[in-house]
């Protein structure tokens, strides 16, 4: 979310290459987020 404030306060003014921006960045985190999922890192042993 830190990440994701500054962009969102320029949004408006960025226009659809900001709106590009920010979908490639939150993608490339779900991609990780799936990825430390699927490996199994987000277990309790």
Do not use: N
Not at 6 to 22: C, D, N, R, S
Not at 34 to 39: G, L, Q, T
């Amino acid at each position: 979310i830190v990440y994701l404030y500054p962009l969102g306060v320029v949004l408006k003014k960025l226009g659809w290459f900001g709106f590009a921006e920010l979908g490639f960045f939150i993608a490339i985190l779900a991609l990780a987020y799936v990825y430390i999922w699927r490996k199994g890192a987000l277990k309790w042993r």
